[in-house]
């Protein structure tokens, strides 16, 4: 059971240069998200999924897409990097399967340091 | 709005001492509470949280929290702190019932001085 995983874990971007980090979960969660955390800044929510075929806006969605085209996986795209998007980005899962059906604590990936130059 | 506050920046303290990372909270309706602890270059790991029910909440590591209602406030607490504590603490609040927003706090770094 790998939990939540994530690639790349570093990547440096050309300003307007586009990419895609990878995230997926093995747990089955029907809860997806995407944070990117800036120091002393806490984490905030970029994009979330409720399910496959299912997301929504977080609190900071301008310059970033999602897709959930199934349970497992939640690509982050980013379109015409910018300097502001020089972050460390974590993907998360929580709750909401068959046999457990609330939505509590969130299991995070390992993260992707992304440098914007 | 909700919100969440954590007060200290950083808190220190001597190995072998008790300690205390502080949090208050702001919701509607019914808290969720959560405490995660982040290791450097890592991601957040659950700790404990309190959903309903006994106050004080035990999680992993050793550490517990007590929900105080009236004060708002979801304290993270260990009786003896380990060199292997040091780390950076995110409290975290959601209200109850179906999805909610989880908002988290700004972090605190706790530092335990061997």
């Known amino acids: 059971n790998a939990g939540v995983t994530q690639t790349p874990k570093f990547r440096i971007l050309k300003i307007g240069q586009s990419m895609t980090l990878q995230c997926a979960q093995d747990?089955?969660?029907?809860?997806m998200y995407w944070y990117r955390q800036d120091p002393g800044m806490g984490l905030k929510l970029i994009y979330y999924?409720?399910?496959?075929?299912?997301?929504d806006k977080g609190e900071v969605p301008n310059g970033y897409n999602v897709s959930r085209s199934t349970t497992e996986d939640f690509p982050l795209r980013l379109e015409l990097a910018a300097p502001s998007q020089t972050s460390v980005y974590f993907c998360a899962s929580s709750g909401g399967t068959a046999t457990t059906p609330v939505n509590y604590e969130q299991y995070f990936g390992p993260g992707t340091r992304l440098t914007v130059t | 709005a909700q919100s969440v506050a954590q007060p200290e920046d950083q808190v220190n303290v001597a190995e072998g001492n008790p300690l205390t990372v502080k949090c208050t909270y702001s919701?509607?309706?019914?808290?969720?509470l959560f405490w995660y602890v982040q290791y450097p270059n890592r991601g957040l790991q659950f700790l404990l949280k309190?959903?309903?029910?006994?106050?004080l909440v035990k999680g992993s590591y050793g550490f517990e929290a007590e929900f105080n209602k009236s004060q708002t406030s979801f304290h993270l607490k260990k009786p003896s702190a380990l060199v292997s504590d040091s780390a950076l603490y995110f409290c975290a609040v959601r209200s109850s019932g179906g999805y909610q927003k989880v908002t988290f706090g700004t972090g605190t770094k706790l530092q335990v001085i061997p």
């Open positions: 309190y959903i309903t029910g006994d106050n």
């Open positions: 747990m089955n969660h029907n809860y």
């Open positions: 919701v509607s309706g019914n808290p969720y």
């Open positions: 999924s409720v399910g496959a075929g299912i997301t």
